[in-house]
């Protein structure tokens, strides 16, 4: 961990903005998560990492039941708001990826958005899906990621760390293939796509020295960085690429 | 309020027994031997293993019966 800042720490005081959050509410980046689970109507969801609530509200429809878990108790009362504003039912729960409180093969869909590249230990955490998803159910996985690019790796994981001080690690797609593979999951589909951002809205609840530091590094970028980044300045403003992966992977009868 | 079917797929996080909900405000590790109780508040069950922890050696009939954060 980067600095040893907690993740409810850095989440309790933006929980507001995340409600809000335009990358984060995207209803198109939402619909095609719903497309790829391919969600079975008697089936339990289960949304880890569910912060403010919009991956459960968007895929707790297509399902029977909904629970949506997070380490910080202000993005459970935001989810909790949103879902009562939208007449949905979704049950919400404090409860930490690394030990899951459900039994085994409880649910038929387990969903983790924008939140992998958090877990301190991502297998174990990976691991404790798998045991409560039902054989034949769905791992569905969106996060930031990088492409396979040792520089743009050390580059955009330590722009991470200055945004969020409880950024662990965002994932290559070669290393999510090894990760789903090594819990014995099946990849069913695998989809990166890059969005083109102002840093203003990158480093929304970053403080001051640490919005400096983004702006110094980028500002120093090489031909190598700049070309990947797309980077371009607009005045004060810096816009480049981030990257992001989404993937569904089936637990096949027999396996975890 | 925690619904049936929520409570039948419902365990500890710390030792993966099953919960027994008590009142409206508490969920509590039936395993002798674990004895966490997790206390519900705003509709939110807490289920964090150090939450439980708390409470191991309160009695279930000395719980709060408004638990607050």
């Known amino acids: 961990m980067s600095s040893g800042q907690r993740p409810q720490d850095v989440f309790g005081q933006r929980a507001d903005y995340y409600v809000h959050s335009q990358t984060h509410s995207d209803a198109e980046q939402l619909q095609r998560l719903v497309e790829m689970a391919q969600p079975q109507s008697h089936w339990r969801l289960l949304d880890v990492g569910a912060g403010t609530g919009h991956t459960a509200l968007a895929l707790a429809p297509h399902v029977a039941a909904s629970v949506g878990i997070d380490l910080t108790i202000e993005m459970l009362l935001q989810a909790q708001k949103l879902a009562a504003a939208r007449g949905q039912r979704v049950t919400w729960l404090l409860a930490d990826a690394q030990t899951l409180p459900f039994a085994d093969s409880s649910f038929g869909l387990v969903a983790c958005r924008r939140a992998a590249h958090h877990l301190v230990d991502v297998t174990g955490a990976l691991q404790e899906m798998v045991r409560v998803l039902a054989p034949g159910g769905v791992l569905l996985i969106d996060d930031r990621s990088i492409p396979e690019d040792d520089a743009i790796d050390v580059l955009m994981n330590q722009l991470d760390v200055w945004h969020d001080a409880s950024h662990i690690r965002q994932y290559r797609a070669s290393e999510w293939c090894d990760m789903i593979a090594a819990v014995g999951l099946r990849l069913r589909a695998l989809e990166g796509y890059v969005q083109h951002r102002p840093l203003s809205s990158f480093a929304h609840g970053a403080g001051p020295v640490e919005v400096a530091a983004m702006r110094q590094r980028l500002a120093r970028a090489t031909p190598h960085e700049r070309e990947w980044l797309a980077l371009e300045q607009q005045g004060q403003e810096w816009l480049f690429n981030n990257w992001y992966l989404s993937l569904a992977a089936v637990k096949v009868a027999g396996a975890g | ?69």
């Not at chain 2, 996080?13 to 919960?19: A, D, E, F, G, N």
């Not at chain 2, 027994?20 to 508040?41: A, F, M």
């Open chain 2, 1 to 69: 309020m925690i619904s049936e079917e929520l409570l039948a797929i419902l365990v500890c996080p710390s030792c993966r027994t099953k919960l027994q909900l008590i009142g409206e405000h508490w969920l509590v590790c039936t395993n002798p031997d674990c004895s966490r109780k997790y206390p519900i508040i705003d509709d939110i069950p807490n289920l964090l293993i150090e939450e439980g922890t708390k409470y191991i050696h309160v009695q279930i009939s000395d719980l709060p019966a408004h638990p607050t954060r």
